[in-house]
């Protein structure tokens, strides 16, 4: 019986594991390569991590399954509510899966909290920002939490580093990672599975705050650290030969990555101020409020993933307040949530915003005027409006307009928040460390990589292709998906491939009663 072993990578960067490999510094990713393919794998617009992991989980963009950020609009409000799996809109490997009989393990995949029944066991990834470690809520069945306890992610806040922070973080990167991958080893070793997926986040962590120790050309270098992030990938790199070795000779194994990582420069966005100058925003002068930092600084790192989810309501409050406090909305037309990894534009559209004044029949030609005006802006790459980068049912859960930050010299330039001020300008040395909403020194790229054990014709890939190749691989017939299996006849590449083509091979008519039947036991449409 075929079985298929599919690790993530968070954030493994192109540039980084091709060198690498060729150096003898990643033996286990480079025999992978040479036995099978290693290609260049498009991440998700923006290459953001739930909606890239979801994407990577169910072979369809996110304008299909729904979920495109940690938040959501809340509905005629101007407040946001944290998603959860509940919100995906589409099944996943996992549920598609354990529906037609096959054994599944899950391990950290993020957006992926609270936990599925799935035919098999599943631990959550993490479910928010503050997230460092589970407890038995993460688990199904809930009996397994002995089992996995030691499960944690980045086991330390990454909002505000300081003095002493960087060789912690280090060393606790490390331990975690031994910690997962002995979880992940003792677990499948123990029980029978056909497919196994286990994501580390340890490579995108690492990326975020040590990329300017790590490259010499970077505006912000500092000495210190230098070999940090290749410590982490030949430590990642180990945990896959172990993992490879200990599945047997008869799986197939992917390796995969939601996006990429570059240097972050010295510029600073400012999405809201170039809004207010140009007269599509205006502050309201009042006070914003300090309920998130004031939980950010005064609540132990221990407690706050916990805090979060006893609380999450207050937690929205927190957040809501923090990127919509101080605008004054009756003189608005348009504003930004002014997140580094997301940034964004929304309307403030009449009959959708509680106090919206672009009317519907002015919405599509407002949005393009503004498009045009983000993009002659120096600091711009690109600006779309959602239509032109999603489709699908959920379509409307995104922002209006996504945004491509400017690369300045091969490094990327940050989106900070600001109440008023140049709408772009030049951070100093005291901020060259960044840190959460704070300008990270490392920033997620387009691009990340897809190692297989077995050849394929394709020369690229996408974040869709990854689940149907699973499905083929297993012998599971896909649903209508956005990718293609890139381990069959046929398989092509990125650019033969139109945005939104859908490929795999369709469920018959009987075939799609019985799995609908079988995920409506497993709970998936409850």
């Known amino acids: 019986m075929a079985r298929f072993l599919l690790i993530g990578l968070d954030g493994a960067e192109p540039s980084l594991v091709e060198p690498w490999m060729d150096a003898g510094r990643l033996p286990n990713l480079a025999r ?98 503050v997230c460092t470690r589970i407890d038995r809520s993460f688990v199904a069945p809930p009996e397994w939490y ?68 790590h490259d010499p050309g970077s505006p912000r270098h500092r000495a210190g650290f230098e070999d940090a992030i290749a410590q982490v990938y030949e430590r990642l790199d180990a945990a896959v030969g172990r993992l490879v070795d200990a599945a047997g000779g008869d799986v197939t194994v992917g390796v995969v990555s939601d996006h990429g990582f570059g240097g972050a420069g010295t510029g600073v966005v400012h999405l809201n101020n170039w809004l207010a100058e140009r007269g599509y925003l205006a502050f309201s002068g009042g006070a914003r409020s300090y309920l998130k930092r004031a939980g950010l600084t005064l609540v132990p790192e221990s407690w706050r993933g916990a805090l979060f989810r006893r609380l999450r309501g207050l937690a929205s409050r927190a957040e809501s307040a923090s990127r919509f406090g101080g605008i004054d909305w009756a003189r608005t037309t348009a504003w930004s949530e002014e997140l580094n990894y997301f940034p964004s534009i929304r309307i403030n559209l009449r009959g959708r915003e509680p106090l919206g004044r672009v009317d519907a029949t002015e919405y599509r030609a407002f949005c393009e005027r503004l498009c045009v005006e983000l993009r002659a802006w120096e600091p711009i790459a690109n600006a779309w409006h959602r239509d032109e980068l999603f489709d699908g049912p959920y379509v409307a859960r995104a922002p209006d307009i996504v945004l491509e930050l400017a690369l300045e010299n091969g490094y990327s330039h940050s989106c900070l928040r600001a109440r008023g001020g140049p709408p772009f300008r030049r951070i100093g040395p005291d901020e060259y460390l960044g840190g959460k909403e704070r300008g990270m020194n490392g920033n997620h790229r387009p691009t990340g990589v897809l190692l297989l054990s077995k050849p394929t014709p394709a020369g690229y890939a996408r974040l869709e292709d990854v689940a149907p190749t699973v499905l083929a691989e297993l012998g599971v017939p896909a649903p209508p998906m956005d990718g293609a299996s890139l381990l069959e006849p046929g398989a092509t590449t990125v650019a033969e491939m139109p945005c939104a083509a859908t490929g795999g091979r369709t469920y018959s008519a009987g075939e799609s009663d019985a799995v609908e039947r079988r995920l409506r036991d497993l709970g998936y449409f409850e």
């Open 146 to 213: 002995d089992d996995v306890r030691d499960w944690r992610f980045a086991d330390f806040q990454e909002t505000a580093p300081g003095p002493g922070w960087h060789a912690r973080a280090l060393a606790r990167l490390l331990a975690g990672l031994a910690l997962k991958e002995s979880t992940a080893l003792r677990l499948y070793r123990r029980e029978p599975w056909d497919f196994f997926m286990v994501v580390f986040g340890e490579s995108d962590t690492v990326a975020h705050h040590f990329w300017l120790f």
């Open 32 to 129: 992978l390569r040479a036995a099978g393919a290693y290609l260049p794998c498009a991440s998700t617009t923006p290459p953001a991590t739930f909606p890239a992991w979801t994407t990577c989980a169910t072979g369809v963009n996110p304008g299909k399954h729904g979920i495109f950020d940690f938040t959501a609009m809340r509905e005629g409000a101007y407040a946001l509510e944290f998603v959860n799996s509940t919100a995906r809109g589409a099944p996943a490997l996992w549920n598609l899966l354990s529906a037609a009989g096959k054994r599944v393990g899950v391990l950290g995949v993020p957006a992926t909290y609270p936990p599925e029944p799935v035919n098999g066991f599943m631990v959550s990834g993490f479910d928010s920002p």
